[in-house]
């Protein structure tokens, strides 16, 4: 990957004003294909994910991540100073990203009104749990409420166990994924009128799209999709299974053709003449008889062998991987998808490499996440401040 190289985005600006986690993730994208990304932190809070999670010599390690291909600099939105210096900011911008609760930039006076008044061509964008409008629009949320909301939980762990939460940011990633894809959407539509806009992003309505037909489901058949634990109710079998050596792996077999040659591996071809097996529905109804002949076949094998196995009967199949698994994985390490950065801080560090591969102008991660407002001067030296401008502004606790 060549980080020299200018990224498809390179000359878009865009200023990260937001922390936890979905708007500093879409910034990150963005940064990640050439984009040039100023984040703005406040003085004395800096974004939490610096501190979230394990650190090393000090040094939040989830911050090396998400603040990748930013520069770090500082500013108190709420002082005249700060206020002032954003304005001058958002008149060079493309991008702005935030995720204050409504009305906050409104109450600094850096509401869109302001905003568009500074950079016609500005876009907006607003990323909170609840949207900017609504009965819940002024209440604090998380990821995890979205996760809560949406469906997800219910329909997540085993039938007769309480509903889950997953042990990572799932909504809010979701939600930085489609803020990405919001912000270049409505550049797109600048590069038609000459005019910028504002982008609502709901936290709790990204992961709602990923869960599928469920409203239609209930809205045309009044079905509540259950909690099935690994089993899906559209087909089977589709389970994780455990090898004789202690390990797991997943099966799936979502096309009819796969779960004919499952069961003709695990040596159970008298169930596809049942007339049940013809569709996926109908196997998911007889799920036990399947993933019995399927795991006894795998118990009696180790993980290897499996694997091996299926491969070679063209039936899909993964091992169940932790992160020591994934670091060393053959397909991951021929994609690069864990890559070294090398950095000022904690020397060479891997991470996850840009979230897909372009042939022409390809994405690349310039340096990890820097250190708190490592880049103030610099950037604000840029934007036309003096020394005795930096000056006053510390004076007045802007920076």
């Not at 061509?121 to 995890?144: E, I, M, S």
């Not at 045309?220 to 690994?230: E, I, K, S």
């Amino acid at each position: 990957m060549n980080a020299t190289k200018p990224g498809p985005l390179t000359g878009l600006r865009v200023l990260d004003l937001a922390t936890l986690f979905a708007g500093p993730l879409a910034a990150t994208l963005l940064g990640d294909f050439g984009a040039e990304v100023v984040k703005v932190e406040h003085p004395a809070k800096p974004d939490p994910s610096r501190g979230h999670g394990p650190s090393k010599d000090g040094v939040g390690l989830w911050w090396k991540l998400l603040g990748r291909n930013k520069r770090a600099i500082t500013l108190n939105l709420s002082k005249p100073g700060g206020r002032a210096t954003l304005l001058r900011l958002a008149a060079t911008a493309d991008v702005i990203i935030e995720n204050f609760r409504p009305g906050t930039l409104e109450k600094w006076d850096l509401g869109w009104e302001e905003l568009s008044t500074a950079n016609p061509r500005l876009v907006l964008t607003r990323v909170t749990a609840f949207g900017q409008f609504g009965p819940y629009a002024h209440r604090p949320g998380f990821g995890t409420l979205a996760e809560a909301m949406s469906g997800f939980a219910a329909i997540t762990g085993e039938p007769d166990a309480p509903p889950t939460l997953p042990p990572f940011g799932l909504a809010d990633s979701i939600a930085g994924l489609a803020t990405a894809y919001a912000v270049m959407t409505a550049l797109a539509a600048r590069d038609r009128t000459g005019e910028g806009q504002v982008v609502d992003m709901a936290i709790i309505e990204p992961i709602l799209t990923v869960l599928g037909p469920q409203p239609l489901w209930y809205d045309q058949l009044g079905h509540v999709q259950p909690r099935t634990g690994n089993r899906s109710q559209n087909n089977a079998p589709r389970n994780t299974y455990r090898t004789a050596d202690g390990d797991w792996v997943a099966v799936s077999t979502s096309a009819q053709s796969v779960a004919e040659r499952v069961m003709h591996l695990v040596g159970r071809p008298d169930l596809i003449d049942e007339p049940w097996f013809a569709t996926g529905a109908d196997r998911a109804a007889h799920a036990d008889v399947l993933d019995e002949a399927v795991g006894r076949w795998i118990a009696a094998r180790t993980r290897t062998d499996v694997l091996a196995a299926f491969e070679k009967a063209e039936a899909a199949v993964a091992p169940v991987q932790d992160v020591r698994d994934v670091m060393t994985d053959p397909q991951y390490q021929a994609l690069d998808t864990v890559t070294t950065v090398d950095d000022p801080e904690l020397g060479p560090i891997r991470m996850q490499n840009v979230l897909f591969r372009l042939s022409a102008t390809p994405g690349a991660i310039r340096w990890a996440g820097r250190p708190h407002g490592a880049d103030t001067e610099a950037v604000l030296t840029e934007l036309g401040l003096t020394t005795a401008d930096l000056a006053a502004l510390r004076a007045e606790g802007a920076l």
